[in-house]
Structures are given as C-alpha cells and as structure tokens.
C-alpha cells in the first residue's frame, strides 16, 4: 500500500496518553470561565443555594457545568489508567483495572449528570 494510503493505527496507551492531554487543554478554558464567574463574579459576594439553582436553571450553564464535570472525570481516570498501565507487571491486572475504572467512571459520570439535571 503507498505511504499516503496507509493508515496509522494508534494503540489503547497512545490514546489514554493523547485523551489526558487534550482534556487537560479543555478543561483549562473552562475552569478559567468557571473561576471567573464563581470565584470573582457573579458568585463572589456569596454563593448559597440560590444562585447555584439559577445559574444550572440556564440551559447553556447546565451544558457547561456536564462537560466540566465529564472532562475532570475522564481526564482524572484516564490519567489513572495511563499510570496503573505504567506499574502493573501482569496483562490480566490491567485489564481489571481498566473494567473497574470504567465501572467507576460510568457511575459517577451518570450520578454527577443525574444531579446536575435534577438541579435543572
Ligand atoms: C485544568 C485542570 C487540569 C490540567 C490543566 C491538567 C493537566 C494535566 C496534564 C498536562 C497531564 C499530563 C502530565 C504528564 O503526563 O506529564 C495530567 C495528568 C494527570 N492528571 Fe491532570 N490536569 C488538570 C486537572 C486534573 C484533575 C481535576 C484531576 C483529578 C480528577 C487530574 C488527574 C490527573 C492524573 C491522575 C494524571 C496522570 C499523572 C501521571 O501520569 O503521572 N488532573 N494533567
């Protein structure tokens, strides 16, 4: 096959490496905004419960504060996961590990949604 045909495959470990890079560049513009606005904002004064209900009651902010969330998880756990792929010896320790850290991600990914839609 030509070289301008071939496809590059990349491997489960270059992917973990490459998603905690680029969620780490995502969530960087977003905690920014996020600190921006409760933090020295809006919310700096006092942040109680009624402006957190105000703010997640706007569609746009519900999104954001999703994608927050998803990304410090994912990035968290990834990460994680790049790093136990860097010290478990055993091929069958890995694969544990890397069913239960998507068990726990898909748990707190659908709680921590699940609270923020309720809030909504
Ligand atoms: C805006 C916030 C954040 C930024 C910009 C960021 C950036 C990064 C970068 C660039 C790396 C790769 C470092 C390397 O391999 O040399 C990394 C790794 C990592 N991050 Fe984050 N991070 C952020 C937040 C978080 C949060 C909230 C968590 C936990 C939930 C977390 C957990 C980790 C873990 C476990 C690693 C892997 C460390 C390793 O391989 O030694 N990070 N982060």
Redesign the pocket.
């Known amino acids: 096959m030509p070289a301008t045909t071939r496809h590059r495959r990349i491997n489960a470990a270059t992917a973990t490496w490459l998603y ?2 680029l969620s ?1 560049l995502g ?2 513009a977003l ?1 920014l905004i996020h600190l921006a606005i409760m933090h020295l904002g809006d919310g700096r004064e006092s942040i109680d419960a009624r402006f957190v209900r105000d703010r997640v009651g706007r569609p746009l902010w519900l999104v954001f504060d999703i994608a927050l969330l998803l990304l ?2 994912t ?2 756990m990834a ?2 996961r ?2 136990a792929g860097d010290y478990l010896k055993s091929r069958r320790a890995t694969t544990v590990f890397a069913w239960a850290s998507a068990a726990v991600t898909a748990a707190f990914a659908a709680l921590g949604t699940a609270v923020l839609i309720a809030l909504h």
């Open positions: 905690v890079r780490a969530m960087l905690v410090a998880l990035h968290g990460g994680l790049g790093m």
